[in-house]
């Protein structure tokens, strides 16, 4: 707008600081972003790693699919962070648990599914290893809404009628389960969640409750682990707590705040001894490569490697070492043949590039424009999109 609003708050003099600086000549409508932020497709941050403005739009592109999902299921991810729009209307309305999901999504059941490709290996791990070398020339790598580094997520909900609360879930939202804090009852609270350090391990911590089942699930075999124990666990917990909250809520107006206090600090201690146990479960169920029932007793049950990754590796009868490079015509072959699709796999719908130019500051685009191909001989074409 051209002067701030209830929407929209900035300074008078916005326009006047942009041109007397240089960075907006006035002759076209003034986008706050493009003029005074780096150019997030070409900023390289430091200097001399390339550019990485996926690592916005991805966030921005799953986001707003899944606010409004009818209005971007045919759209596809831009390079550019800055081509969507500041707000998107939601589709329906939204509750607390839609953004408990928000925060926790991995991209599940798009062309991005962290739990798909070699870097996810055989058993899905969504959660990829960040930094190095790698990373800092010769590519980059999807940076889900939920990362395994996250230390605490928070939600605050105002709540028309009835209390405030603050929802607070410790490490990564794709395993943790958000508990409240009413802001009514000031510092009642569990004590796992007040305290905890990276740099020792504590059962006394929810933190460490929370981290550790992420850690083992994800590096044990994600897709078992995650589908059988975290994920029905979380859930139940999750609904557990709502329907606990509408009963003291109502008690809580008769008899006052005290009831919700008492009732918090339990309901928080309770989900981390829970989750202690689940870490304690997954000792016990995956070990040594085997799956193992406590409940039932039987032990050394085979999970082995999928046939479908097998396949695709080319695993054979020969015990040498398999090494492998990116199979482009693999997406061919999972349309014709669906037999070797890995389970969930989405055909790519976005053209995307597959290298970087430092000499030019462009990025490269295959010629043939395939979803995220480069030219293996370097025939790529120089564009930026």
Do not use: C
Not at 315 to 320: A, E, G, K, S
């Amino acid at each position: 707008p051209e002067a701030p609003n209830d929407d929209w708050l900035f300074s008078p003099k916005l326009r006047e600081v942009a041109r007397a600086s240089g960075l907006w000549s006035g002759q076209e409508p003034l986008d706050f972003t493009r003029v005074f932020a780096p150019d997030a497709v070409k900023f390289q941050s430091p200097p001399g790693e390339a550019p990485i403005p996926l690592y916005a739009s991805l966030r921005l592109w799953r986001l707003a699919s899944l606010a409004a999902p009818q209005a971007f299921r045919d759209t596809p991810l831009p390079v550019d962070p800055l081509r969507f729009v500041s707000t998107t209307k939601v589709e329906r309305p939204l509750r607390h648990e839609d953004v408990f999901r928000f925060l926790s999504d991995l991209y599940e059941g798009t062309e991005f599914d962290l739990s798909q490709g070699v870097l996810a290996g055989p058993f899905g791990n969504p959660f990829r290893v960040e930094g190095g070398s790698a990373t800092a020339t010769l590519g980059q790598i999807p940076r889900g809404i939920a990362i395994a580094r996250t230390s605490y997520s928070v939600i605050g909900q105002s709540r028309p009628s009835g209390e405030p609360v603050m929802w607070f879930a410790a490490d990564t939202p794709a395993t943790s389960v958000y508990v409240p804090f009413y802001a009514a009852v000031g510092g009642h609270r569990a004590q796992a969640y007040a305290e905890g350090t990276l740099l020792e391990f504590s059962r006394k911590s929810a933190f460490w409750a929370f981290d550790f089942v992420s850690n083992w699930a994800s590096l044990v075999h994600w897709r078992h682990a995650s589908a059988h124990h975290v994920l029905p666990l979380r859930a139940k917990l999750q609904e557990e707590l709502g329907r606990e909250m509408r009963i003291v809520e109502a008690k809580a107006e008769k008899d006052g705040r005290h009831v919700l206090a008492e009732w918090q600090v339990d309901a928080q201690q309770r989900v981390v001894d829970r989750w202690w146990q689940l870490a304690d479960d997954l000792v016990v169920a995956y070990n040594d490569g085997f799956l193992n029932n406590a409940s039932t007793g039987e032990l050394g049950r085979h999970l082995g490697y999928p046939e479908w990754y097998a396949r695709q590796i080319g695993f054979d009868q020969d015990i040498h070492p398999i090494f492998v490079k990116r199979d482009r015509a693999a997406q061919e072959d999972f349309v014709s043949e669906p037999g070797l699709r890995p389970p969930g796999w989405r055909a790519p719908e976005s053209d995307l590039p597959g290298g970087y130019s430092f000499a030019s500051a462009q990025w490269l685009y295959d010629a043939g424009g395939g979803a995220g191909a480069a030219s293996p001989r370097g025939g790529a074409s120089l564009a930026s999109r």
